[in-house]
């Protein structure tokens, strides 16, 4: 999964499933039990998916239009975007993930290669990523929220080629961390990656890996002595 065909069809893909498996929270407090995101609940989590897809829309715009636009105004303005949808119906909150990636889908289709290395800015001189990075990042953000929503979909719910790429992602941030942890992880299904000198071993299912890396979950690894990782990056 390397082209942005490719990326944009498990978009659509991603997110039709995490707005069918939203629509099933329908159980009283269901939509405001807690979410695998510390101090979120699954609202949170759903309203952050949706002003993510209007921020991305700014950065399409940044990128090709050339508006200048930054993906949030301000890290305090994004949390207040999220806040203000909390606490709607259910059905106010899917339609607006639904509505919001139908928005987007059309604005990362515009991206052609002349623009995949226009720096874009998160906030105001804060951090940077370039335009050919957007459809990983919304791929990423609709896949690891619908895990966060701690329903029945997990890591192991992805096709292997899915897998792959998001543990490789994990692994150059782990790379580029100041401190990066040293190991080698290999798969049950036969992958093998490294970092520095290799020092410690690693093993696991993909899920059970790209969960560790992903989400600091180590249930699903194996390891005499498990690396530290570094968070936040």
């Not at 939203?22 to 949170?44: F, M, N, T």
């Not at 508006?67 to 909150?93: F, K, N």
């Amino acid at each position: 999964m390397t082209t942005v065909t490719d990326l944009l069809a498990a978009i659509d893909d991603q997110t039709t499933r995490l707005v069918a498996d939203a629509r099933e929270l329908a159980a009283p407090g269901d939509l405001g039990a807690d979410s695998l995101c510390a101090g979120w609940s699954r609202d949170h989590v759903l309203n952050h998916v949706a002003r993510n897809a209007d921020a991305l829309v700014r950065l399409v715009r940044a990128a090709v239009d050339g508006t200048g636009e930054t993906m949030y105004d301000s890290p305090e303005g994004r949390d207040a975007d999220i806040d203000e949808g909390v606490g709607r119906p259910l059905g106010e909150v899917v339609g607006d993930v639904e509505t919001t990636a139908a928005a987007l889908a059309p604005e990362l289709a515009r991206l052609r290669d002349e623009h995949a290395d226009i720096v874009l800015e998160r906030t105001p001189g804060g951090p940077t990523f370039t335009a050919g990075m957007l459809p990983f990042l919304r791929l990423r953000e609709v896949v690891y929220h619908h895990v966060d929503l701690a329903s029945d979909f997990g890591f192991g719910d992805l096709d292997g080629a899915l897998q792959v790429l998001f543990i490789e992602n994990e692994l150059k941030r782990q790379k580029g961390a100041p401190v990066a942890p040293s190991m080698t992880i290999r798969s049950d299904e036969g992958d093998i990656w490294s970092i520095g000198d290799a020092d410690a071993h690693v093993t696991g299912s993909r899920a059970g890996i790209l969960t560790w890396l992903a989400r600091q979950d180590p249930s699903g690894v194996r390891a005499d002595t498990l690396p530290e990782l570094t968070k936040g990056l």
